[in-house]
């Protein structure tokens, strides 16, 4: 199997179970070599804690990409989540122009918006620079809320096919490559994942658990990021983070006091087996 390196940009939540302290186990899993930038340390992730202290470091990232130049690190591939600024935007798309190497993938989670809202730090003037950087990735994981945004079109609770078919339709018109559109469900039990690739629509369906928990949609990306960069095809790599996502939900339901992401460390074992 072929070593690769991959570089994610993304927030520290010291405590909470989201961004890189998913981010780094779930890649490392999957066997990669993790790079990371982080765009901020917060004490505690923004939903559902108060009073969390952030320290913003928008400042240090060129200095770590010019260093790295320098040093001729290159990577197989890029990709982000939460971030911490529209200039942190900027900074990432020179970033994958300079360090990710030809025909790798730049992956972006626009983390950003859940059940129809933007997460309280961010406004209409993060979502345009977030529809640049989304829109020239190879690769986008928008929830439905997300996509909303990023195409300007209206939220819905309840929607058909045909709402879902025209959401796809309008990222692919604004550049989006490929898609996986999470959290769609057409009943009330079931929820999935849409994935648009090469013209072509597929539908993942799964189990929908009741429970809504934080840092689902980082635990997703992430193993969809592991199971891709394994050498898994797209379609399969969003199916494989899917079941982990829903066995995450599953092993965590239940214990009221874990409101604030899921546990996932316990069932790493069953990714690595998933992608082998
Ligand atoms: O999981 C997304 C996320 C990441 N990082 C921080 C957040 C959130 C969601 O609210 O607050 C700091």
Redesign the pocket.
Known sequence: MSYKRILTI??I?CV?Q??LTVALPILSACGLETAIIPS?V?S????GFSG?TVRDLTDDIPGIEAHWQKENILFDGIYT??LGSTKQIEYVKHIIKTLVKPGCPSIIDP?MA?NGKL???FDAQYVEAMKTLAFSADMILPNITEACFLTDMEYRETYDHQYIESLVAKLAQAGSKTIILTGVGYSPDKTGVVVWQNDKLSYYEHRKIEKGC??T??VYASAFVGALMSGKSVFDSARIAADYTVRCIEFTQGDAKHWYGVKFEPLLGELIKAIQ
Not at 44 to 47: E, I, L, Q, V, Y
């Open positions: 993304q927030d939540s909470g989201c961004s901020a917060l505690t992730h923004t939903a969390f989540g939460y983390a859940d997460y309280p730090a934080h840092g949609g980082d």
